[in-house]
C-alpha cells in the first residue's frame, strides 16, 4: 500500500512540475545570425525582407571572395563551400517571398525588380568564379548549384514581373 502511494506522490510531482522541453519556438535559419534573423522577422513587408535576403547573400558572396583572396589555414574548403550555400539558401528564400507576395496579392513590384536586378549582378560574378575562380575544384559542385539556384531565382522574378499587378494609376477628370 506505501509503494502504491509513493508512486502516485512521485506520478503527480511528475505530472506538475514543468516540462524540460520548450514549447516550440520558431527555427532560426542556420545560415543567418541571431540578429540577421531578428532584422528579418522585424521587416513590415515582403518587399523589405526581399532586399534583407538579397543584402544578406551579397555579403556572403563578398565573404566568399575574400576567402578566395585570403585563405584561412584550416578549413578552407569548408568555408567556401558553407558561404556559396548559404549565399543560395539567402536568394532561395527571397524568391520563394516573391511566390509568397504574389499568392498574398501584396505590392511586391520593389522587391521583383530588386531581385531581377541583383541575381544579375550575381550571376555575373559567379560565371566569372566558374572560368576565372582559383581553386575552383575546392568548390566546383557548390558554384554549379549556386549558378543553376541563381538563373532559377532571375527567371522566376522574370515570370513574376508579368504576374505582379500594375501600380494603381490616379485618372484626373
Known amino acids: ?7 502516485l506522490l512521485l506520478a503527480s510531482c511528475m505530472l506538475a512540475a514543468p516540462p524540460l522541453v520548450r514549447a516550440a519556438t520558431p527555427q532560426q535559419k ?6 540577421e534573423a531578428d532584422k528579418i522577422r ?6 523589405e525582407r526581399i532586399k534583407l535576403f538579397l543584402t544578406f ?3 556572403r558572396l563578398k ?3 575574400y576567402e578566395l ?15 556559396l550555400n548559404a549565399y543560395v539558401s539567402c536568394v532561395d528564400d527571397a524568391a520563394d517571398l516573391i511566390q509568397l507576395g504574389i499568392e498574398k ?3 511586391i513590384r520593389l522587391g521583383v525588380d530588386m531581385m531581377t536586378a541583383r541575381t544579375k549582378a550575381f550571376l555575373a560574378v559567379l560565371e566569372k568564379l566558374s572560368t576565372d575562380g582559383t581553386e575552383r575544384e575546392l568548390y566546383k559542385d557548390t558554384l554549379d548549384d549556386a549558378i543553376e539556384g541563381t538563373r532559377d531565382a532571375m527567371n522566376d522574378a522574370e515570370k513574376a514581373k508579368k504576374k505582379v499587378a500594375p501600380p494603381p494609376v490616379r485618372r484626373k477628370n
Open 1 to 7: 500500500m506505501k509503494i502504491k502511494i509513493h508512486l
Open 30 to 35: 542556420d545560415y543567418l545570425s541571431s540578429g
Open 42 to 47: 522585424d521587416a513590415e513587408t515582403v518587399n
Open 57 to 59: 547573400a551579397e555579403d
Open 63 to 65: 565573404k566568399f571572395q
Open 69 to 83: 583572396d585570403h585563405p584561412s589555414s584550416n578549413r578552407h574548403s569548408d568555408m567556401l563551400n558553407s558561404l
Open 105 to 107: 496579392q501584396d505590392n
